[in-house]
Antibody, heavy 120, light 112 residues
Framework: QVQLVQSGGEVKKPGASVKVSCKASGYTFPNYGISWVRQAPGQGLEWMGWISAYNGNTNYAQKLQGRVTMTKDTSTTTAYMELRSLRSDDTAVYYC?????????????WGQGTLVTVSS | DVVMTQSPLSLPVALGQPASISCRSSQSLVHSDGSTYLIWFQQRPGQSPRRLIYEVSNRDSGVPDRFSGSGSGTDFTLKISRVEAEDVGVYYCMQGTHWPWTFGQGTKVDIK
């Protein structure tokens, strides 16, 4: 069965960086992509970006350009999302979701979420 | 960016009664490939989102048939024919036709 298992919660200070992992299993990893979505406390869902697990192509939300980097390791079927220069409004639960390798969305399987808290 | 507007934002419903959520987009969601990439998600309290409906009206495996999606162009609807206790949560529409993909604000469904 398809599973996405994310790394544990993190507490970071403003200005620091965080790297969240998403370990995929139960499907052929390179045939899909991974999208990252975040949810601030009590708020809605925000799409952050997408990475192709085939060739590493990425597409980021403009508001995060320059601060976010999504990568993947095909050998371990793991995707990563790194966010730099953290601010208090980056406090959120970060989700990875299986996506297509192309232009259309899937988001059919989701990880359990990783809470990132940014606080001094 | 495409703005997705859901209404209502809060929807108290009696058990066994129908519920309907509207989602409107600021531009047409018909892709150049002919498909319409409008997805509905359910997020139960304390859980990750779950995909219910994709490409407007296709129900995911395991989703009860009381859930249905409809619409076209810029106007979409999620209907629950008879609300059950397990349907409590927040429902989001999302468009995946135009980058960046964008979500509606969410509609909170609870039991009256």
């Amino acid at each position: 069965q398809v599973q996405l298992v994310q790394s544990g919660g993190e507490v970071k200070k403003p200005g620091a960086s965080v790297k969240v992992s998403c370990k995929a299993s139960g499907y052929t990893f390179p045939n899909y992509g991974i999208s990252w979505v975040r949810q601030a406390p009590g708020q809605g869902l925000e799409w952050m970006g997408w990475i192709s697990a085939y060739n590493g192509n990425t597409n980021y939300a403009q508001k995060l350009q320059g601060r976010v980097t999504m990568t993947k390791d095909t050998s371990t079927t793991t995707a990563y999302m790194e966010l730099r220069s953290l601010r208090s409004d980056d406090t959120a639960v970060y989700y990875c979701a299986r996506d297509s390798s192309g232009w259309y969305p899937l988001l059919d399987y989701w990880g359990q979420g990783t809470l990132v808290t940014v606080s001094s | 960016d495409v703005v997705m507007t859901q209404s209502p934002l809060s929807l108290p419903v009696a058990l066994g009664q129908p519920a309907s959520i509207s989602c409107r987009s600021s531009q047409s969601l018909v892709h150049s490939d002919g498909s319409t990439y409008l997805i509905w998600f359910q997020q139960r309290p304390g859980q990750s989102p779950r995909r219910l409906i994709y490409e407007v009206s296709n129900r995911d495996s395991g989703v009860p048939d009381r859930f249905s999606g409809s619409g076209s162009g810029t106007d979409f609807t999620l209907k629950i024919s008879r609300v059950e206790a397990e349907d409590v949560g927040v429902y989001y529409c999302m468009q995946g036709t135009h980058w960046p993909w964008t979500f509606g604000q969410g509609t909170k469904v609870d039991i009256k």
